[in-house]
């Protein structure tokens, strides 16, 4: 099992979530909620209204998001939602336990760091950078900017 942390639209009650539960391409079971340790820009870009934590640590806010233990099946499957090694890249990151649902042994407890995946990206056209930055993202928050599902686009 590996740890992801998710910030985007595969957050509960979010567009994607729905392939998070669905045991056909793996399993992915929910351990709580936590931030980046280190500060990055998430932006809202592109024609699709995507999501996006551009690789640059120490500029930004400290994302928030969700941590979830998922098998090497599931890996894979969000690998290639993600457009992983293209459109995003598959880092580990240090995440900060904000909530902690997790159990079994050897589980971090509801305090303190954990290295987790993320889907971030260095490859982005420059002009994201100039883009507003979020601390979360809610695909029908305040930014005004819908996202468009993958079978709409």
Same mark, same amino acid.
């Given at each position: 099992?590996?740890?992801?942390?998710?910030?985007?639209?595969?957050?509960?009650?979010?567009?994607?979530?729905?392939?998070?539960?669905?045991?056909?391409?793996?399993?992915?079971?929910?351990?709580?909620?936590?931030?980046?340790?280190?500060?990055?820009?998430?932006?809202?870009?592109?024609?699709?209204?995507?999501?996006? +934590?551009?690789?640059?640590? @120490?500029?930004?806010?400290?994302?928030? @998001?969700?941590?979830?233990?998922?098998?090497?099946? +599931?890996?894979?499957?969000?690998?290639?939602?993600?457009?992983?090694?293209? +459109?995003?890249?598959?880092?580990?990151?240090?995440?900060?336990?904000?909530?902690?649902?997790?159990?079994? %042994?050897?589980?971090?407890? %509801?305090?303190?760091?954990?290295?987790?995946?993320?889907?971030?990206?260095?490859?982005?056209?420059?002009?994201?950078?100039?883009?507003?930055?979020?601390?979360?993202?809610?695909?029908? @928050?305040?930014?005004?900017?819908?996202?468009?599902?993958?079978?709409?686009?």
């Amino acid at each position: 099992m590996a740890r992801v942390f998710v910030y985007g639209t595969l957050k509960k009650g979010q567009p994607n979530y729905k392939h998070m539960v669905n045991t056909a391409k793996g399993l992915a079971r929910f351990q709580g909620r936590g931030r980046t340790v280190e500060k990055y820009p998430l932006v809202i870009a592109g024609k699709y209204n995507i999501p996006y +934590m551009l690789n640059i640590p @120490g500029t930004g806010h400290h994302i928030a @998001g969700e941590i979830y233990s998922v098998d090497e099946q +599931m890996l894979q499957f969000l690998d290639e939602f993600e457009g992983c090694p293209d +459109m995003y890249q598959r880092t580990l990151m240090r995440i900060q336990v904000v909530e902690w649902e997790g159990k079994g %042994a050897g589980e971090a407890r %509801a305090e303190g760091e954990l290295e987790c995946f993320v889907y971030s990206t260095a490859t982005y056209p420059p002009e994201w950078v100039g883009l507003p930055y979020h601390d979360s993202y809610d695909s029908s @928050g305040k930014h005004g900017l819908a996202y468009v599902l993958r079978e709409s686009r």
